[in-house]
Structures are given as C-alpha cells and as structure tokens.
C-alpha cells in the first residue's frame, strides 16, 4: 500500500493550490482520511479530515477557504486550498486508515508535497 501526494508547489499570497494523495496497492477498504502539514521549526499539524461516511473536519486556520473531496473509483483525496497565506507554507502530507489485502488495519503516510506560499 502506498499514499502519493503531490499538487504542491510555489504560489503568491492570495493564490490556490488543488493537492492530491493517491492510495494504491492492495487494499480491502479505505477508512479515514486526512491532511497534516509540518513548517519548518514546527510540530505537525491536522490540516482536515475525511471520514468514510463522507464527513469532512476542517481546523480552524482552514476553515472556508479549503474544501476536501475524494474520488472513490480513483481512490484520490484531493484538498482545495485557496487565500493561501505565507504561513501555510509547509511540507502537507495524507494518511490513511487503510484494511489491507492480509485483513490487517494500518494508518499509512504518504511522502509529502512542497507548499511554499511567496511574493
């Protein structure tokens, strides 16, 4: 099993970004999903969830101006971001709760994509 984010990269302050995190392998079933960021000098944070009834969280920096949705037959988790803001540069990453092929539960990370908001 594997998650692949990417989607990231440099924008002005004001601009969006659209980052996907892709899960292939062998997978049984997708459980929750969510995105975390990390700044440099700072601890990791919860940036949204998606949960498997189709409920989404947002934290509170995020709120109104991001937007989560997943395509299921592609089994993509895609975060709109917009207004972004210099500091929401970060490294963003998604994991997952995912039931593997051996009927085993694990959260799984994917690698990271860049997010460097600047004039």
């Known amino acids: 099993v594997q998650l692949q984010a990417s989607g990231g990269g440099l924008v002005q302050p004001g601009g969006s970004l659209r980052l996907s995190c892709v899960v292939s392998?062998?997978?049984?079933?997708?459980?929750?999903m969510a995105w975390y960021r990390q700044a440099p000098g700072k601890e990791r944070e919860l940036v949204a969830t998606f949960t498997r009834n189709g409920d989404t969280n947002y934290a509170v920096a995020f709120k109104g101006r991001s937007t989560l949705s997943k395509d299921i037959a592609k089994n993509t988790l895609y975060l709109q971001m917009n207004s972004l803001k210099t500091e929401d540069t970060a490294v963003y990453s998604c994991?997952?709760?995912?039931?593997?092929?051996?009927?085993?539960?694990?959260?799984?990370w994917g690698q990271g994509t860049q997010v460097t908001v600047s004039s």
């Open positions: 994991t997952a709760l995912i039931l593997d092929a051996a009927s085993v539960w694990r959260n799984y």
């Open positions: 392998g062998s997978i049984s079933r997708i459980d929750d």
